[in-house]
């Protein structure tokens, strides 16, 4: 079977090729969005620690950025498409810090604090 297209005759597999192509062209640009996201948050995050004094090279072990997830009314979880910012500090490895944009604003803020399995006291916290 073939399609019409403005006088010319297009088979189902330029079609389907076609498609497959705006598809991929789709996927391409979300990933590349996502990744664009997640280096702006991290890139904020950075600075935002060293306006608070901190060294990247001296004081910060890790940063690495992770999916906030939401649990709806029926307690399923939900993707938000929003990310924050996880950071390990040198002086305090089992801890993590998490930061992300205040709402509705560009403006970075810690958000929680977890200490991972110690009982080692939290000194970053802002």
């Known amino acids: ?6 006088g010319g005759i297009i088979s189902k597999k330029k079609g389907f090729i076609g498609a497959f192509i ?3 062209i789709i996927f391409g640009f979300r990933s590349f ?3 664009q996201e997640q280096s702006q948050i ?10 608070q004094g901190y060294d990247e090279e001296t004081d910060i072990k890790e940063i690495y950025i992770v999916e906030i997830l939401e649990k709806d009314e029926n307690d399923e979880i939900e993707h938000t498409e929003k ?3 996880v950071v390990h500090f040198q002086d305090e490895p089992s801890n993590a810090y998490f930061y992300r944009y205040k709402k509705s604003t560009n403006e970075i803020i810690q958000t929680d604090s977890i200490n991972e399995g110690t009982s080692q006291a939290l000194k970053h916290i802002e």
């Open 83 to 85: 990310y924050e910012a």
């Open 42 to 51: 991290k890139n904020d995050t950075l600075m935002h620690l060293e306006n």
């Open 22 to 24: 705006v598809i991929l």
């Open 33 to 35: 969005s996502l990744h």
């Open 1 to 6: 079977m073939e399609l019409q297209n403005r």
